[in-house]
Each structure stands twice: as structure tokens, then as C-alpha cells.
């Protein structure tokens, strides 16, 4: 199965790490991966800005370097979530509304690809760790992904899953919102990070770069000892 990954903005500049645990672990499954070397942003800054042109001009070069894939896996529940999005971007455009709609039809967010497409639910994986998992925004209301990640975690060998109050409530982070609402924004990962410290674990887990960026940020700044982790790191640990 041939796989190319869409390493996303993040994964390209603050997430390297997680981009090659993501290769590994999907390697590991069988599948050959390739890099498309045109990939850029997918334009979800410009698309939630309300800057639509400029999203369109993303999407068209993110769509001609993917559709020839087969398969699109990325690392972001909320960058996959925008590529989902492309159809709808482009609906009055015919020509480019059908060629964005067979992209977001082969992407994938990475635990999504692993439990839905492959079938699988047990990497092999060893984490021996209590941790918390925070379900971000994108993936969960945009994806509808409920089960995926959490079908994996509890196959980690050594994982103590702790349950994360209000597990299912925004960071705070939301890209351009963190810029735009500073104030609001850091009242929502305050309470965040509250609910991280109150569930006793010593790792936070999350499927998306941009809320894990976020929280560590803040968890960093207050000085806690709670590690933050993609799930992709964690699948990638073996024994």
C-alpha cells in the first residue's frame, strides 16, 4: 500500500520527530511511503480567516501535488480536517470542486488511517506511563474520529489511560484565534492544563501538533512536570 505523507506546517518546522515516528510506525505496517515535494500549507490560516482566495490558492497547489496518491496520511487531525474541507471551498468551480474531492477522499489523519484503513489496532507498542489524551477540536468535530486513537492507546503495553476532564473542550489554541483572543485563549489552556494536573498524569497526549504546541507551551511556562507527547511517539516505542 503506498502511502505519502502530509507532513503539515508544523510537522515540517517544530514536529520532525513526529513526522519520522509517523513513517516508521506506518513502514512497520507494510506501507511504502513517499514525501510529494510540492506539499505547502493546506491554508487552514487563510480558510478560517475568512481570506477564501488565498485558501483556494493553497488548496489548488496541495491538491496537484497529492492527487496522484493513493493514500494521504497526516499527522494533524486538523490539517486532514481541512483537506476535507477542499469540496466545499471550491463549490463553484466544477473543474477543481471534482479534483479537491478525490483528494479529501484518500486523506487520512494518521491514527484514522491505521484503525480504519489497515485494520489495525495493536502496533506492537511499549509505553510504560500514566497518561491522559486530550481530543482535539478539528478531529473530533470536523472528522467525527471518536475511536481511533483511543482503540490504539489501549493496546500500548504498560499505558495506564487516566480520563481527562472536559476532555472534549478547545486548548484554546484554534491557530489564528490564539493570535487574535491572547486574553480568551489563555483562559482556555489554563483550564486546560488544570484538568491535565488534576487527572495525575505524567503524560498528556494528543493527536494534533497544534494543540500539543499550545498546551506544552503553557504547561512549560508554569513549570509542570508533565511530559506532552503526539500518539505517533508513543506508537513508536517498542520494546
Not at 497526516?74 to 477542499?86: D, F, H, I, N, R
Not at 494518521?110 to 481530543?135: K, N, P, S, W
Not at 472536559?166 to 491572547?182: E, H, I, L, Q, R
Request: net charge negative; hydrophobic share 40%.
Amino acid at each position: 500500500m503506498k502511502v505519502s505523507l502530509f507532513v503539515t506546517c508544523l510537522g515540517e518546522i517544530f514536529y520532525q520527530d513526529v513526522a519520522k515516528d509517523v513513517v516508521e510506525v506506518l513502514e512497520r505496517l507494510g506501507c511504502e511511503i513517499d514525501l510529494p515535494g510540492g506539499q505547502i500549507c493546506c491554508g487552514q490560516p487563510a480558510y478560517n480567516s475568512g481570506y477564501r482566495k488565498d485558501a483556494q490558492k493553497a488548496a489548488k497547489q496541495m491538491i496537484t501535488s497529492f492527487e496522484d496518491s493513493e493514500y494521504i496520511v497526516a499527522p494533524s487531525g486538523s490539517c486532514a480536517a481541512m483537506v476535507k474541507e477542499y469540496p466545499s471551498l471550491f463549490k463553484e468551480d466544477s473543474e477543481w470542486q471534482e479534483r479537491a474531492r478525490a483528494v479529501a477522499e484518500k486523506t487520512y489523519e494518521f491514527t484514522q488511517f491505521i484503525v480504519h484503513v489497515l485494520g489495525v489496532e495493536d502496533v506492537g507498542a511499549v509505553y510504560r506511563a500514566r497518561a491522559t489524551y486530550h481530543t482535539s477540536c478539528h478531529m473530533l468535530r470536523l472528522l467525527k474520529e471518536t475511536e481511533a486513537p483511543f482503540k490504539l492507546l489501549k493496546n500500548i503495553r504498560g499505558l495506564e489511560l487516566l480520563p481527562l476532564k472536559n476532555s472534549y473542550d478547545c486548548c484554546g489554541f484554534g491557530g489564528t484565534f490564539a493570535v487574535k483572543m491572547v486574553p480568551i485563549s489563555e483562559q482556555m489552556v489554563d483550564e486546560k492544563v488544570r484538568h491535565v494536573e488534576e487527572s495525575s498524569a505524567d503524560v498528556l497526549i494528543a493527536a494534533d501538533s497544534g494543540c500539543l504546541m499550545n498546551i506544552k507551551g503553557r504547561i512549560d511556562r508554569k513549570g509542570l512536570p508533565i511530559e506532552v507527547k503526539h500518539i505517533a511517539q508513543l506508537l513508536n516505542t517498542l520494546a
